[in-house]
């Protein structure tokens, strides 16, 4: 390992010296350390990267934050592949697994070559308007398509693979990936996937007909959803984060991509151990 980045959440006030800390035993190792350009003005540094800049660049990324930020870097990634080694600076993350207790301990295994390393899936969504793509994004957690607070239901012509699946009357839509089947996909009811599954995840939000319930397909499966309303407000995104305004007639297009978030795993903590602190499996 040649050269780390460094990504942070804005203006937290623990960043400063928990990425002094991260550079100081780096550079002890003739490591070279990029600091994305909010992270390196935060700090005082004049020697910052945009976040675009850093991944062709470094050999692993460390991510200073939550899960959003997590996702917001994994997208700026790309195909890329680099590793990221996800630090909550909050309360344990779905993604972010280690805690800053923890960090000490990780970057020596870090340092040594000693970790391990999960291979998450990602999606490719497209926006297709009058036969030509308007917006396409590569995406982490999920995809979803919803109405406006005052919109009426939206109709959605599914198809799988070119086969005719359905057409939702509901509030919205969620494709998501494994790793975000813990997300939006979790509170509309759908269920967990197990992260190394290679499977799709179509949920409804609050569907017309009880009926409709999820439905996980093949991770290869192509996903094509026609809008179809009239005057009303209805919005896609991509991870919670970014996205578009959509219009009658409009397609989405979801399929895997050929990029992954790679995320190296806590070396004390595994996935079911995450869910039952998050989710508080077990309590009375």
């Not at 460390?62 to 080694?85: F, H, M, Q, W, Y």
């Not at 993604?95 to 295994?109: A, G, H, Q, V």
Request: with cysteine.
């Amino acid at each position: 390992m040649k050269k780390v980045g460094i990504y942070a959440k804005k203006n937290h006030p623990d960043v400063e010296i928990i990425s002094a800390d991260i550079c100081k035993r780096f550079k002890a190792e003739g490591i070279e350390v990029l600091l994305e350009d909010s992270l390196a003005e935060q700090i005082g540094k004049v020697n910052g990267y945009s976040g675009e800049e850093i991944p062709p660049l470094v050999d692993l990324i460390i991510v200073l934050g939550g899960d959003g930020t997590l996702i917001s870097v994994a997208r700026l990634i790309g195909e890329n592949n680099v590793p990221i080694v996800g630090v909550n600076l909050g309360q344990l993350g779905f993604l972010t697994e280690i805690t800053c207790d923890e960090l000490p301990e990780m970057l020596e295994r870090l340092i040594a070559g000693d970790y391990k390393v999960s291979d998450r899936m990602m999606i490719d969504a497209l926006i297709h308007r009058n036969g030509n793509v308007i917006g396409q994004f590569t995406v982490v957690n999920d995809i979803v398509i919803n109405k406006g607070a005052l919109a009426r239901i939206i109709d959605m012509e599914t198809y799988v693979d070119g086969r005719y699946l359905t057409s939702y009357k509901a509030d919205g839509l969620i494709v998501s990936t494994p790793t975000g089947s813990t997300g939006y996909n979790l509170a509309a009811g759908g269920p967990i996937i197990y992260p190394d599954i290679n499977s799709l995840l179509i949920s409804p939000i609050c569907p017309h007909m009880l009926t409709n319930r999820p439905i996980m397909v093949w991770s290869r499966s192509v996903i094509e959803i026609d809008v179809k309303f009239e005057d009303d407000v209805v919005f896609f995104t991509a991870d919670g984060q970014v996205g578009r305004k959509l219009f009658p007639g409009d397609r989405v297009e979801v399929r895997r991509s050929e990029s992954r978030t790679r995320l190296v795993s806590s070396p004390s903590k595994d996935y079911f151990e995450i869910l039952r602190t998050k989710l508080s499996w077990g309590e009375r």
